[in-house]
């Protein structure tokens, strides 16, 4: 489906390119078509590092404060949208280290906050309404899955989805949802990125904002998957990927090989009392026709 889809745009977009690329090189007679390309090979090389050449987009930069919080922020998260990266071997060590300590703080940080948060958004409210007014529990836990998974989606996706395409002057609402939903899913893909924009109006705090929907919509995330999967329904479905052990070939192992069973401790007990018997130096040992002719006499 996406070579049938996007195939055609592909080739469509190659055609354009190459026409403009003569077009130019017939414009300009005094620049040789490999010099172009050296120049072109670097631009492109340094846009993939998100610096660009274009004169509206010098007076961003990608390193100042709030873009390194930003892109801080996408690391933990495992979004990682790859438009900034970093160029210095200083700064590639450092991500290496930071993201091995950090990644793992953060997912033990998401994992305490939402099972924190379920308690009190999903626990509590069906059990309230299951005890105070008598409604099956499995009932009132799939109308709240679906209700806590419609508000999710208004709150994280329609509505930040309709102010990016507002914010953001070559966004649409489809990419401003498309963005939404590839970032809280921690996709990252990367192709839109809010706040790049040369124009863009008050950068740092946008950059700032970004970075709170990005940590409250990853939580908001984890809250409804941990929802649904606590629905019963879900539960017994899970189940038949479960691999279902014999019990009997576990007994027969336990009693065959285990060496705390009883038989196993019985005659390990006979046997100690048998080399005690033998050990001790002032007790003989009597046998079965001598203690006969004893009592014979």
């Known amino acids: 489906v996406f070579s049938s889809v996007e195939l055609p745009y592909e080739d469509l977009l190659r055609q354009e390119l190459g026409k403009l690329k003569q077009r130019f090189l017939e414009e300009h007679a005094c620049l040789s078509e490999q010099q172009l390309e050296q120049f072109l090979m670097r631009v492109l090389e340094a846009s993939n590092y998100g610096v660009s050449v274009l004169s509206n987009a010098s007076g961003n930069w990608n390193w100042d404060f709030t873009s390194s919080l930003f892109f801080a922020s996408t690391v933990l998260s495992t979004t990682g949208y790859g438009h900034t990266v970093p160029l210095s071997d200083g700064g590639k060590a450092f991500?290496?280290?930071?993201?091995?300590?950090?990644?793992?703080?953060?997912?033990?940080?998401?994992?305490?906050?939402?099972?924190?948060?379920?308690?009190?958004v999903t626990r509590r409210p069906v059990l309230y309404f299951h005890?105070?007014?008598g409604f099956s529990k499995q009932v009132v836990a799939i109308i709240h899955a679906i209700v806590l998974g419609f508000i999710t989606v208004s709150c994280f996706f329609l509505i930040p989805a309709a102010?990016?395409?507002?914010?953001?002057?070559?966004?649409?609402?489809?990419?401003?949802?498309?963005?939404?939903?590839?970032?809280?899913?921690?996709?990252?893909?990367?192709?839109?990125?809010?706040?790049?924009?040369?124009?863009?109006?008050?950068?740092?705090?946008?950059?700032?904002g970004i970075t709170c929907y990005l940590l409250l919509g990853l939580i908001a995330m984890l809250v409804v998957l941990e929802t649904f999967c606590e629905l019963h329904e879900l539960k017994k479905f899970r189940k038949?990927?479960?691999?279902?052990?014999?019990?009997?070939?576990?007994?027969?192992?336990?009693?065959?090989?285990?060496?705390?069973s009883f038989s196993s401790i019985s005659d390990q007990a006979a046997s100690m009392k048998d080399d005690q018997k033998a050990n001790e130096p002032f007790v003989t040992s009597q046998s079965p026709t001598s203690n006969d002719s004893s009592l014979n006499n």
């Not at 990419?175 to 921690?186: G, H, R």
Request: aromatic content about 18%.
């Open 95 to 120: 991500c290496i280290i930071y993201s091995v300590i950090g990644i793992p703080f953060t997912l033990l940080f998401l994992t305490a906050v939402v099972q924190r948060i379920i308690v009190y």
């Open 131 to 133: 005890i105070r007014w």
């Open 163 to 208: 102010i990016f395409s507002i914010l953001e002057d070559d966004w649409n609402f489809l990419e401003s949802f498309y963005f939404c939903f590839i970032s809280l899913s921690t996709i990252g893909l990367g192709d839109y990125v809010p706040g790049e924009g040369y124009n863009q109006k008050f950068r740092e705090l946008y950059k700032i």
């Open 240 to 260: 038949l990927f479960y691999v279902k052990k014999d019990r009997e070939e576990d007994q027969v192992h336990i009693m065959e090989h285990d060496q705390l």
